[in-house]
């Protein structure tokens, strides 16, 4: 009896020093939910106040004090959106070292002022968009475009020269249109290009 004791003992504790932690995906959405329900109200004031000194041509506001110390550690995108059109986008997918308040104020920025693909917003323009932030999780790459859910997850196309993001419910449908995405990210023809994929929580107007 004490040796059968002594080995169920035994494989308790193994089961226990290689119970897996959490991933970084799981750690990202919990981070992510939080985030978006603690914080959506500066959140979304502050992107519009910068979008909107952006466009016209003033200086930004500084980011709330909520906003202003808190690390982010993940990566997030501004997208401007009018209907099912999206009227400029900016952001990064990788880590970076700023406060989230700073992340914000350079993606809403940008999103105005700096989607090469896109016609800088005027303010008239601006007015009709609702401002999308996207909180983005740790990139992963892929082959192929089965299996990503557009609802939830989104996607981004890069060549040498440049590269585009495609946020969830950017593009209509169930599924993603590979064609649709290169064409969208206006590569040069035939150039070559990779494919990342990513789970995002979004914080919308």
Same mark, same amino acid.
């Given at each position: 009896?004490?040796?059968?004791?002594?080995?169920l003992?035994?494989?308790s504790a193994?089961?226990?020093?290689t119970?897996?932690?959490?991933?970084p995906?799981e750690?990202?959405? $919990?981070e992510?939910r939080?985030?978006?329900?603690?914080r959506?109200?500066?959140?979304?004031?502050h992107?519009r106040?910068v979008?909107t000194a952006?466009?016209r041509?003033?200086?930004?506001?500084s980011?709330?004090?909520?906003?202003?110390?808190?690390?982010?550690?993940?990566g997030?995108?501004v997208?401007?959106?009018?209907g099912?059109s999206?009227?400029?986008?900016?952001?990064?997918?990788d880590?970076a070292?700023e406060?989230?308040?700073?992340?914000?104020?350079?993606?809403?920025?940008?999103?105005?002022?700096?989607?090469?693909r896109r016609?800088?917003?005027?303010?008239?323009?601006l007015?009709?968009?609702?401002?999308?932030?996207?909180?983005?999780?740790?990139t992963?790459?892929?082959?192929t475009? $089965?299996?990503v859910?557009?609802?939830?997850?989104g996607?981004?196309?890069?060549?040498?020269e440049?590269?585009?993001?495609?946020?969830?419910?950017?593009?209509?449908g169930?599924?993603?249109?590979?064609a649709?995405?290169?064409?969208r990210?206006k590569?040069?023809?035939?150039a070559?290009?990779?494919l990342?994929?990513?789970?995002?929580?979004?914080?919308?107007?």
């Amino acid at each position: 009896m004490t040796s059968r004791i002594a080995w169920l003992l035994g494989i308790s504790a193994l089961l226990a020093s290689t119970e897996v932690s959490a991933g970084p995906r799981e750690t990202f959405l $919990e981070e992510a939910r939080t985030q978006a329900e603690a914080r959506r109200p500066d959140i979304v004031r502050h992107v519009r106040a910068v979008a909107t000194a952006s466009a016209r041509g003033e200086e930004a506001p500084s980011p709330p004090a909520t906003l202003a110390g808190l690390r982010w550690r993940w990566g997030l995108f501004v997208t401007a959106m009018e209907g099912r059109s999206n009227r400029g986008c900016f952001g990064h997918s990788d880590p970076a070292p700023e406060a989230l308040g700073e992340q914000l104020s350079e993606a809403a920025d940008g999103a105005v002022t700096r989607d090469v693909r896109r016609q800088p917003l005027s303010e008239r323009r601006l007015a009709k968009v609702r401002l999308v932030v996207t909180l983005v999780g740790p990139t992963r790459p892929i082959d192929t475009l $089965e299996g990503v859910d557009p609802r939830r997850e989104g996607v981004i196309v890069e060549g040498a020269e440049r590269s585009a993001a495609f946020v969830p419910g950017e593009l209509p449908g169930v599924r993603y249109d590979l064609a649709v995405l290169v064409k969208r990210a206006k590569l040069p023809k035939g150039a070559a290009y990779t494919l990342r994929a990513f789970e995002a929580v979004t914080i919308t107007e």
